[in-house]
């Protein structure tokens, strides 16, 4: 009865639907903040072989999320990587990953926020100090307001940038006479080392999915859903940032 009365409650808490995780991870990747931080550095690394870096780094991303997908089905329990390494190789590697991704996750978040403060700073004109601190705030409050409340947040701002995004891929398209050029004919051998040092840029670029997996006991049938909603997000992720990137190049070599 004991057991029986803990696995409903444990039901209880798995409020989580793929919408909301879906836009969890999108918010998780920053779109416009992922863009500025990794795609400018992508770009000035890259040049006009950017595209071809955006579309390599979402190659190498979506081979990770392919992981992602199926160790998600195999563990439905909490802990994200963490139960992923424990349960399906070793406690030392579970304890090692669990790390990693601490690590990994203090690094990125801290560099999305430093962008978000960068870009508040140029809407706003406040000092940089003040634009981060602005930022630090309003995350912070999210953290402790929950994670439905934080899918609810994504959900409208992440939606708006996915809007805003596509707008700019046809503005730009627009802007290029609805002419697209072929990067593979700028290819040469020599150029491959350069598509990979954009693509070491462009693989922060359609990440995201690894702010859901610690979410998994959270989560309407997670072993589907999990899966489902980090491919989606890479795949819709990569492909907007490719449209811009390509769009953008091709204007500029108009011009």
Do not use: C, H
């Amino acid at each position: 009865m004991e057991n029986e009365n803990k696995r409903k409650v444990d039901e209880l808490k798995r409020t989580l639907t793929f919408k909301d995780l879906f836009f969890l991870s999108i918010g998780g990747q920053g779109p416009f903040i992922s863009l500025i931080a990794f795609g400018t550095v992508m770009i000035e690394k890259a040049g006009i072989l950017a595209v071809l870096s955006m579309a390599t780094a979402t190659l190498v991303v979506l081979m990770n999320g392919l992981v992602i997908y199926y160790l998600s089905k195999r563990f439905s329990s909490g802990g994200g990587y963490y139960t992923y390494g424990l349960y399906g190789l070793s406690q030392r590697m579970g304890f090692e990953t669990g790390w990693m991704y601490i690590v990994y996750s203090l690094s990125y978040g801290g560099s999305l926020m430093l962008g978000g403060g960068y870009i508040f700073n140029l809407i706003t004109g406040f000092p940089p100090i003040y634009s981060i601190t602005v930022v630090l705030i309003i995350s912070t409050f999210l953290v402790l307001k929950g994670v439905k409340i934080s899918s609810k947040f994504a959900e409208i701002f992440a939606g708006a940038e996915l809007i805003i995004l596509l707008f700019l891929s046809l503005y730009f398209l627009y802007l290029s006479g609805f002419r697209i050029y072929n990067p593979f004919n700028r290819v040469s051998l020599g150029d491959i080392s350069l598509i990979w040092l954009g693509a070491l840029y462009g693989i922060g670029i359609p990440t995201g999915y690894g702010s859901i997996t610690p979410l998994t006991e959270e989560v309407k049938n997670a072993k589907s859903t999990i899966g489902k909603v980090a491919i989606s997000a890479i795949l819709v992720g990569g492909l907007f940032r490719y449209s811009i990137f390509l769009f953008y190049r091709r204007y500029k070599l108009q011009r």
